[in-house]
C-alpha cells in the first residue's frame, strides 16, 4: 500500500493546467518541505500541438523542475469526461491514496469547458471522498475515507477576482520554467505546428504579468490568486498582509 501522504494535491483537467495557474505554490512549498503532488485528468490528447506521448514527456519533466513528489495521470478523455459516479470514484482513489491536506484545483468557470466540469468534479469528489460508507479499493484493500481540509481553485485563461492572494516571491522563474517544460504548446518562433490561442508570445508573457499584477496589490514582486469554497480566516488580523 501507498504510504507517501502530500500536503498539497494540484489537481488539473489537463497536463500543464497546473503549471500555467498555480506552478509558483507547489514551487515555494516544496522548497519550504512540502510534500507536493499533481495529478492531471486527462493526457490533453485533443491538443492542436503536439500529441498525448509528446504532453506525458513534458509532464514528467515539468514535475521535476517543480520538485513534485508524485505525478498520476487519470487517462480521462479529453473533451469528452463529465461530472458523475464513475470519474468521481476514479478522484477519490487518489485523494484517499495520498491525503492531501489541501487540493488545487481548476477554475470555477473558464474558456475551456473541461475546466468548469474538472474544477466541480474535483470539488465534489473531495467532499464525497470523506464519506464513509463510500467503499474504495487499492491494490485489494478497502480505503479509509479522507477529505481535504481546503479546496482552492486556481486562476486560468479568464481573469477572475480572487478570494486569496499567495506570495510567490522568487518562485516565478521556476513556475516559467515548468510552462517552458511544454515547449510543443507554448510559444516557440520555429515551430511549424498550427496556431493556438496559448502558443503566442503574448499569453507566455501574460505569465508573468499576471503574477506580477497580483503581487502589486500584497505589495511583494509576484503572487497567484485562488477562489474559495469557504470563507478563509486566520487566526490573527495581524496575520494579514
Known sequence: MNNLKLDILAIGAHPDDVELSCAGVLAKEAANGKITGILDLTRGELGTRGTADIRD????AAAKILGVSVRENLGFRDGFFVNDEQHQLEIIKIIRKYRPEIVLCNAIYDRHPDHGIGSELTSKSCFLSGLRKIE????????????????????????????????????????????????SQFYDPNSKEPETPISNKNF??????????????????????????????????FDLK
Open 57 to 60: 514527456q513534458e509532464a514528467a
Open 136 to 183: 474504495t479499493k487499492l491494490e485489494g484493500q478497502i480505503q479509509e475515507a479522507w477529505r481535504p481540509k481546503q479546496v482552492y481553485h486556481y486562476i486560468q485563461w479568464q481573469d477572475m477576482e480572487p478570494d486569496i492572494l499567495i506570495d510567490i516571491t522568487g518562485h516565478l522563474d521556476t513556475k516559467i520554467k515548468s510552462v517552458a517544460a511544454y515547449s
Open 204 to 237: 507566455f508573457d501574460s505569465i508573468k504579468y499576471r503574477a506580477a499584477n497580483l503581487g502589486r496589490y500584497l505589495g511583494t514582486e509576484h503572487a497567484e490568486g485562488f477562489k474559495s469554497e469557504r470563507y478563509p480566516g486566520v487566526n490573527s488580523i
